[in-house]
């Protein structure tokens, strides 16, 4: 069975300072890993996601997550955390392609000005 | 493209009635997505179709709880009848090969 775990429900960080949100999974199968950022009072958006292409994935809003296998980690980073950052990030895995996700419990970003 | 819909935006109804939440997913997307959000339980994955047919219907809390999708442009999540701890955001997503693209949600309150 698949699984996610993200570290720190909550993570607070200067406008400016990097931001790290840390994601790791569990897959009995190579894993398509994915992160979405939720906006209040609005739908999941896909941030980026892994596919067994390339192990660094850059995706919007100046976001990338790199898979390591080793660690079995996909860790989300952005070098400047701006004050539009601040919302609900998830990490989801999936075991094949149009198959169900299963996400994390969710870190929540604040960027204090 | 209008990306997934779905209606109504918020409900709010009485413990016992009738509740039908509707989705119009992506055109061309072959697999549909039911979920539910809350503070308490984050977020569960209800049911899911592929081409129409359901595939894991695990996540459905009970019986109260019945999804459709007649065609590949519509579904429905229907609760007969509703209790307060329904309460919740619903959201559909729906997908072609990876990632899923999400609704607005519904947001449901069952007093």
């Known amino acids: 069975a698949q699984s996610v775990t993200q570290l720190g429900s909550h993570v607070s960080v200067s406008e400016g300072a990097l931001v790290l949100l840390r994601c790791n999974y569990s897959?009995?199968?190579?894993?398509?890993l994915f992160w979405y950022v939720q906006y209040p009072n609005q739908g999941l958006q896909l941030l980026l996601k892994?596919?067994?292409?390339?192990?660094l994935v850059k995706g919007i809003n100046g976001f990338e997550a790199e898979f390591k296998k080793s660690e079995t980690s996909f860790h989300l980073t952005k070098p400047s955390a701006h004050m539009s950052d601040a919302a609900e990030y998830f990490c989801?895995?999936?075991?094949?392609?149009?198959?169900?996700?299963?996400f994390g419990t969710g870190t929540r970003l604040a960027v204090r000005p | 493209d209008a990306g997934v819909i779905q209606s109504p935006r918020h409900e709010v109804t009485e413990m016992g009635q009738e509740v039908t939440l509707r989705c119009k997913p992506i055109?061309?997307?072959?697999?549909l997505f039911w979920y539910r959000q809350t503070m308490m339980r984050g977020l569960e994955l209800l049911i899911y179709?592929?081409?129409?047919?359901?595939?894991?219907d695990s996540g459905m809390p009970e019986d109260r709880f019945s999804a459709k999708m007649p065609n590949a442009s519509f579904s429905t999540l229907k609760i007969q009848p509703s209790e307060p701890r329904d309460s919740a955001v619903y959201f559909c997503a729906s997908s072609s090969v990876y990632e899923q693209y999400f609704g607005p949600g519904t947001r449901l309150t069952v007093t």
């Open positions: 055109s061309g997307h072959n697999s």
């Open positions: 179709f592929n081409n129409n047919v359901p595939i894991d």
């Open positions: 989801a895995v999936s075991e094949s392609s149009g198959d169900k996700l299963t």
């Open positions: 897959s009995s199968v190579p894993p398509y």
């Open positions: 892994y596919t067994s292409a390339a192990t």
